[in-house]
């Protein structure tokens, strides 16, 4: 097994080979992700469009971008503040009232669109908190923190995920605890002026049981909102908990195991590691794809840190049992551990997302059939059909997952209906 490179280590594409043909927007955004954008002078967009939230979700955060496509309009968090940045060959300039991405290598341009800041991000709740910090949009789904501070953070020898800077934000652009009534006006501002129909629950390592820190909150949600909502926390031994969260009504759980080579696992997730165990994740997604069904569960990782050939081994793992994979390009944020490390090879990001969209359609994985979700910090298994060949078998994937999208409606709007 090869050894994980030091923290340090730099690997050289700033003479990257430019691209022939313009890229679809799949491929531009796994080149943003990888290389980062440089913004010129001449655009206003930090003025104009979503704040900049440097540690959302502990994984960064940069520019929501949208790049225009045939198949689907493709959300980006485009990094543009790590060091990295600098070298990138991508520019976004403002031209004529639009915003266009040059790729220097090749000169061509891409049209983009920003979205603007929503009018409820300047507005406070009844308890006089902003409700951004509250609450944030990631492309369209409205990302809420909640619990106490990640205890990996607060270990006695700190524990926290290599990669992440979810610790250092708590309390600073977000509010630590944060009460029921204000996570449902926020969510009521966001659902009634920026139309989201997702809302992620997520949270640090909070202790044995700390899942039952969202039930207050996912409950009031499916009752006084009226939206699907998503728990992304750490796996529980206890799975009966899962039960409880099922019957308050939960749309979906991620778990977040990042890396599937163990020694990868070990190094760069000491707390999850150290205190739960790779085995615990693969049981509590088990479980919950089996009661939930297929497509309704995710399996998070990161690509670019550990073998392509573990990630890909990982996506198979993922889609195999019923779940579908939500891959982050992994970032090296500023202030993390890992802030040195090189940020991925797109050409090795293209083969991961290859193999996911290909692993999908193996599986006839269901696929982007809820309304309106967007992510922007990872590409969705739907991005991903961009990098797919047009055989018959992507053709009919791709009509079945279409087809799919319209039966589920009345499904989706029911389970958006307040309780
Ligand atoms: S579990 Fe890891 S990624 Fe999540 S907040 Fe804690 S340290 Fe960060």
Known sequence: MPAPPSEGHDRDFAS???????????????????????????????????????????????????????????????????????????????????????????????????PSKPAWYDRYTPTGVPMSHIATLQGTCLTV?????????????????????????????????????????????AKQESGITFVQL????????????????????KQKVGCLVGVQFNPERDESLYDEALTLGVDSFSFCFEFYNP????????????????????????????????????????????PVEDTMRAIEYIVRVGAYPLVCIFRPLTGSVMQRYPSPDPSDMVRVFRHVYDTCRMHNLPVGTAPNINVSLSLQPE?????????????????????????????????????
């Open 16 to 114: 990257p080979t430019p691209p022939d043909r313009p890229m679809n927007p799949a491929e531009l955004k796994i080149e943003l992700l990888c290389r980062g954008l440089r913004v010129d002078g001449s655009c206003r967009i930090f003025e104009d469009s979503l704040p900049l939230s440097p540690t959302i979700a502990g994984l960064g955060s940069g520019l929501e971008l949208i790049l225009p496509g045939s198949k689907r309009d493709v959300w980006v968090n485009a990094p543009v503040i790590e060091n990295f940045v600098e070298k990138s060959p991508l520019l976004l300039l403002s031209d004529q009232g639009e915003y266009k991405i040059t790729d220097e290598r090749s000169g061509l341009r891409y049209r983009v669109k920003a």
């Open 263 to 306: 020694e990868y696992f070990r190094r760069y997730l000491p707390g999850k590691a150290e205190v739960l165990g790779r085995d615990v994740f693969f049981s509590a997604l088990e479980y919950c794809s089996r009661k939930m069904g297929k497509g309704r569960v995710a399996g998070e990782i990161i690509a670019g840190v550990e």
């Open 383 to 419: 991005d991903t059909f961009y990098l797919a060949p047009e055989g018959i078998a992507d053709r009919t994937y791709q009509s079945f997952i279409d087809a799919l999208k319209h039966l589920m409606r009345p499904y989706f709007s029911s389970r958006m209906r307040t309780q």
């Open 202 to 221: 997520n949270g640090g390592y909070q202790g044995a049981r700390g899942l039952r820190k969202v039930f207050p909150y996912l409950k009031a949600l």
């Open 145 to 189: 923190n909640v619990g106490e501070r990640c205890k990996f953070w607060t270990a006695e020898h700190p524990l926290n995920c290599r990669f992440c800077t979810g610790g250092l934000s708590t309390g600073v652009e977000e509010e630590q605890e944060k009460s029921v009534e204000d996570v449902i006006e926020t969510a009521l501002a």
